[in-house]
């Protein structure tokens, strides 16, 4: 009976706890025996064995009391590639050793199937089965191809499981199938002979009735027994149909099912879900009979002996008190007696004598388990063995009471009166037994001949399995800062970790966690190397790494440094797949687990304290949070408890809601202000005095944009004074500020910011494009093209932006040829179309050119109904409205808008100039700068173009 655990895999950073599903049976499972596991084994890729060098099967015909099933063409059956037409299993249980006959066909349709359908391969325990085979054909429209030639059947040991420490002597025969072609079927047929004697002649078996690797036309189980044997059954699915009768003292009863779909395996399905593809028989009559079966074994095991005797002596005189005892016996078993497992025939389920396991140093879990139970009891404990499911857990209440419900073995242990269940294969836990008890396996069968059902094992559904601390200190908030994060791993999780650090370079176990640190927190740079530190007496591991905060902080419009965190343990347990409906429940982890943020601050931020909680409770999770602000500490607590073990399919909608309403609460963002509390309330003053002169008058503006820009500019120069600002920022606060002196008409001055925030942050394409629009507006055409290539280059996704600018720049500069393309360029993207600029502009550039303008934007028309300005001003380049026209489009609200005059004047000189008056477009250049809208870059272009007219 070898482990077959679920295993906890904890995701190094995320941590989310993820079981792992049942394997599930392979293609027209042939496997002839009953044996721990009810799912089969998974085809391995290559032989490890050679070929038996005795023949280890014959070839007979059809056995007589067979009734093969009729294959009918008609049946329903989903398309597919491979198809199997028909399965038909028949047993025969019989004294001496029942006869499990296997009928399979199946459909080739595509040339893709053909490997998957040329091999035929039939498992078998040699200890004790005989091997048989009947039939094995190609059919070819009308033709039957024999192809069952013993010279070409390899018998090959593979043993499948030597990857899991097991040796379980299983042979597997395999045949090719020379010159198989698409569209053929193949029909083929074996018995195999034999009962494993460990269940001492009474008869168990666990069926499927669906398989992984094609769609099912027509299924049954036939199962003939004498009438006074009584086995029972369970049918796992109401579309699986049974018929009973008794005739001639046998009882024959038949399974059916038609157009079974293609087994889909869901790593998050609960294991339960697949017992209801099985069809379950046993002669076991109750739980009571299972655990006298499991009784007899492990007495027939532990065994005294003098070796036995001799480590008895040893670990007495190792022990100062019981509980040390318990620990160096535990500590024994689990290090001392490796992993690995013999379980051919009998073994499969008969453990090894406690004498056998302790010479040799090895076992598999049954093994293990009897000698501990065995050198406990001659300790002066009350131990016994423990049979249970590691796949199935709470599920085998559901399943018929038989060996076959179990694929591991653990051990109880009476403390003080109270039951504690250890595992004797977890060789990597440490500290006192209370930490080590062995949970969530659900249910487990006492190996003793008073035991009478089922018993309820512990779950881990109230212990923490993962608690991460992450503690953000910034000192300045001009430099950057540090994050420690450490995260405590408990239970078996934490023994998953060091069984990983044991057998994984220490260097890819580091690169999962910095990784998995780094995704949530993209700016982080791995500092040092991790500190891994077991924390013996707690079963546990600290994981402690250290980092660089890197560009942790944000400045969304100019207004406070934003940095945003995750609490990442608590993510990966509500993590979901992303469905909206699903047909089968979902499986959810257990547990609780904790995480905490913590930002450290040198110095005091303005602001009242706060205290902020959030609950949410349902039939499924709680999660808590509680975020805490003073100065200069914030800290935000999370605690996520797992409460059920599976979401139902029909509570799939509703649980993914509640997710995603509590996914803002799995981490946030802390605000904090560009200015010391000095400066702050520096700022308050100046502020007011400034708006105080706007609203007088005593500083000119026009548009309420050149007011804002005063306020910005102010703000600015305080956030730049602060030192506060990392480089990046600083970097930012120096593009808006170029911005405001830019809307103010002060064209050096903002080009000196631009420069400044470039030479901070090189990789800043907003400076870059801002200052290549300013550089057209001061005539430097050179350099606006040359920061216009290098915003291209940084960020691609402004291509439609630079297109424009750079059309300004050739046309202002004088290269109307190149200003057309690039308008041309720009105007293949539909909202540049919608806008009507680029449109406006491509007609001069065209004029300019020399060519038809009109003609040009033809095909760049807006396509709404009533297109929004400026495309009116259009309208006025295309000669379908006059100026008069295009002053009346251009009010707003019915009031005149010297914004849209200050756009509309500077079109209408550039007109006027392609036409070749000189004079009106001088007049119409010189009122769209008097309008004094200096924002735009329209005011700042007419004064470009009057300086190349000539003024007069």
């Known amino acids: 009976m070898g482990i077959e655990r679920l295993a906890r895999a904890a995701c190094l950073g995320l941590l989310c706890i993820i079981a792992s599903g049942p394997r599930i049976a392979a293609a027209e499972d042939t496997s002839g025996s009953t044996h721990t596991k009810p799912q089969a084994r998974p085809k391995a890729a290559h032989a490890a064995g050679a070929a038996a060098s005795s023949p280890g ?65 039939v498992e078998f325990d040699p200890s004790y089965q005989r091997l048989v085979f009947h039939k094995i054909e190609i059919l070819r429209g009308s033709q039957r191809i024999d192809k069952l030639d013993a010279k070409k059947i390899r018998l090959l040991q593979r043993e499948q499981q ?47 009735t669906a398989y992984p690797s094609g769609p099912m036309g027509q299924w049954q189980l036939r199962v003939l027994a004498p009438a006074a044997r009584d086995i029972h059954t369970r049918v796992g699915d109401a579309a699986i149909q049974s018929t009973s009768t008794v005739h001639d003292g046998l009882r024959e009863t038949v399974f059916r099912r038609g157009n079974v779909a293609q087994l889909q395996v869901d790593g998050h399905v609960p294991a339960a879900e697949y017992l209801k593809l099985q069809v379950e028989l046993s002669e076991f009559s109750d739980w009571k009979d299972v655990a006298a079966w499991a009784a007899k074994l492990f007495a027939g095991a532990m065994q005294t002996s003098p070796a036995v005797d ?81 796949t199935y857990q709470d599920a085998t209440r559901q399943r018929l009471p038989s060996p076959l419900a179990f694929d591991h073995a653990i051990v109880r242990v009476t403390i003080d009166g109270k039951p504690v269940f250890l595992d004797a294969t977890r060789s990597q836990q440490t500290g006192r037994i209370a930490t080590r008890e062995s949970l969530d396996l659900g249910v487990g069968l006492l190996a003793q001949d008073a035991a009478s059902d ?61 990784g998995e640190s780094v995704r949530a927190y993209p700016s982080l740079v791995a500092v040092g190397p991790v500190d891994f530190e077991t924390i013996t007496e707690d079963n546990s591991v600290r994981i ?76 499924f999770f709680e999660l808590h949070t509680h975020a805490v602000a003073q100065s200069p500490r914030e800290e935000m ?49 100046e502020g007011e005095a400034l708006l105080t002169r706007l609203r007088k008058g005593d500083i000119k503006t026009v548009t309420q944009v050149q007011v804002g820009a005063h306020l910005k500019l102010l703000a600015d120069e305080h956030q730049l004074d602060s030192d506060r600002l990392p480089p990046t920022l600083r970097a930012q606060v120096l593009v808006d500020k170029g911005e405001q002196l830019d809307h103010l008409g002060r064209m050096e001055p903002a080009a000196e910011a631009f420069d400044a925030a470039i030479g901070l942050d090189p990789k800043n394409a907003s400076a870059h494009e801002a200052l290549a629009i300013n550089a057209m507006l001061r005539g430097d055409d050179a350099k606006a093209l040359a920061e216009a290539d290098e915003a291209l280059r940084l960020s691609p996704s402004l291509k439609t932006r630079l297109d424009i600018t ?70 006025l380049m295309e000669g379908r409205i ?40 001088r007049k119409y250049l010189r009122m769209s700068v008097a309008t004094g809208v200096t924002e735009f870059n329209e005011y700042q272009a007419a004064r470009l173009e009057l300086a190349r007219l000539g003024d007069r």
């Open 806 to 875: 750079r059309g300004y720049a050739h046309y202002l500069g004088g290269d109307a040829n190149a200003a057309r393309d690039d308008f041309k360029a720009a105007l293949q993207s539909r909202a540049e179309v919608e806008r009507s600029y680029g449109a406006i502009w491509l007609y001069l550039a065209t004029r300019r050119a020399g060519d038809d303008g009109v003609q040009a934007v033809k095909a760049f028309e807006p396509a709404g109904a009533h297109p929004d300005w400026p495309f009116s001003v259009l309208q």
């Open 544 to 619: 402690t790494s250290h980092y660089r905060t890197g560009d942790f902080w944000t400045m969304p419009e100019q207004r406070a440094l934003v940095g945003r965190f995750v609490l990442y343990a608590l993510v990966g347990p509500l993590r979901l797949q992303d469905q909206a409906t699903r047909s089968q429940p979902y499986r959810l982890p257990r547990g609780r687990y904790l995480h905490k943020a913590v930002f450290e601050f040198g110095e005091p931020f303005p602001g009242a304290p706060q205290d902020v909680r959030f609950d949410e409770a349902n039939d």
């Open 162 to 208: 030597l990857e899991r420490q097991v040796i379980d002597g299983r042979m597997t025969a395999s045949l090719v199938l020379d010159d198989l072609r698409a569209g053929d079927r193949v029909e083929w047929a074996v018995s195999i002979i034999g009962d494993n004697p460990v269940f001492g002649g009474r008869f168990v078996d666990a069926i499927w």
């Open 454 to 514: 089922l018993s309820t094992l512990p779950s881990s559904r109230d212990q923490v399995h993962v608690e991460t601390v992450d503690t953000f200190a910034f000192p300045q908030l001009a430099k950057e800062g540090t994050l420690t994060s450490v995260t405590i791993l408990r239970g078996d999780t934490a023994e998953w970790f060091r069984s990983a650090l044991a057998s994984q370079p220490r260097s890819e176990i580091e690169k999962g966690i910095t």
């Open 57 to 121: 099967f014959t070839i007979a015909p059809t056995p007589a009391w067979v009734q093969p099933l009729a294959y009918d063409p008609a049946a329903p059956i989903a398309s597919a590639s491979y198809q199997i037409l028909l399965s038909d299993e028949q047993t025969r249980v019989q004294d001496g050793g029942s006869v499990r006959y296997r009928r399979y066909m199946r459909r080739i349709n595509d040339s893709s199937a053909l490997q998957q359908g040329g091999q035929i391969e």
């Open 310 to 390: 001799a480590q008895v002596d040893t670990l007495k005189a190792q022990a100062a008190d019981r509980e040390a005892l318990l620990r160096a016996t535990l500590d024994f078993v689990q290090r001392d007696i490796r992993y690995f497992g013999t379980e051919s025939g009998i073994a499969s389920h008969q453990p090894a004598t406690a004498d056998a396991v302790l010479r040799q140093r090895f076992g598999d879990c049954k093994d293990k388990v009897a000698l501990l139970a065995e050198l406990l009891t001659r300790l002066g404990f009350d131990a016994t063995p423990v049979i249970v499911s590691a």
């Open 637 to 685: 607590d999370g605690e996520l408890d797992m409460l059920a073990d599976a979401v139902p399919a029909a509570d799939w909608p509703a649980h993914r809601d509640k997710v995603n309403k509590v996914a803002p609460h799995l981490g946030g963002s802390i605000a904090m202000s560009p200015y010391s509390v000095a400066q702050f309330e520096a700022l308050r003053g």
């Open 882 to 921: 006059d100026l008069d026209a295009a002053l009346l489009a251009s009010r707003e609200n019915g009031q005149r808008s010297p914004s849209r005059e200050c756009e509309l004047y500077f079109y209408a000189g550039e007109k006027a100039w392609v036409e070749g008056d000189l004079d009106k477009a």
